[in-house]
């Protein structure tokens, strides 16, 4: 849900089934806006810091500016029953970098109820993929019908998997209800800059 205010730095949530592209988007976006904002990354994964390790090894971001979380159980329970893991790595980056503009939170890979707890992210990103079959956005679930800004990636897989990007279309917009959203492919970048331009227009309402 979109705050009428927020504390510095602005949190934002990926949240996403796993395989979706949550860590791809967060690579993208990091190499687009970290010349211009002060950005780091916080990422979860259930008994490894896989994610974490993916971003570094691609210069998303200095090693320093993303923490790898290992949830140890239901990725839905660190972000929003109990987030004190997620909300101490936040707090420790905070601490080490005092010009911080937006902190990525990255939740493992889960259903499509998953939620992020508002005491943890102050605007809400999920990501879908197309390779799951066009049924996906007419399923709901909080991700679909609520998130701040919902991905639908892979659309370059459509044609291998069976999947109509117009039936995807049509539902996306019936559920969405007018609330924004984006086809990306995310290898080439196409539907990136549509993220990136929501992401700072909030930035500067929530201001």
Known sequence: MLLNQYRKPLRIGVGGPVGSGKTALLEVLCKR???????????????????????????????????????????????????????????????????????????????????????????NLYVIDVAAGDKIPRKGGPGITRSDFLIINKIDLAEYVGASLEIMNRDTNLMRKGLPWSFTNLKTGHGVQSVVDFILRQRLYLQ
């Open 33 to 123: 806006m970290k010349d211009s904002y002060q950005l780091a990354v916080v990422t979860n994964d259930i008994y490894t810091k896989e994610d974490q390790r993916i971003l570094i090894d691609a210069n998303a971001l200095s090693a320093d500016r993303i923490v790898g979380v290992e949830t140890g159980g239901c990725p839905h329970t660190a972000i929003r029953e109990d987030a004190s893991m997620n909300l101490l790595a936040v707090e420790e980056l905070i601490s080490k970098f005092n010009n911080l503009d937006i902190i990525f939170i990255e939740s493992g890979g889960d259903n499509l109820s998953a939620t992020f707890s508002p005491e943890l992210s102050d605007l």
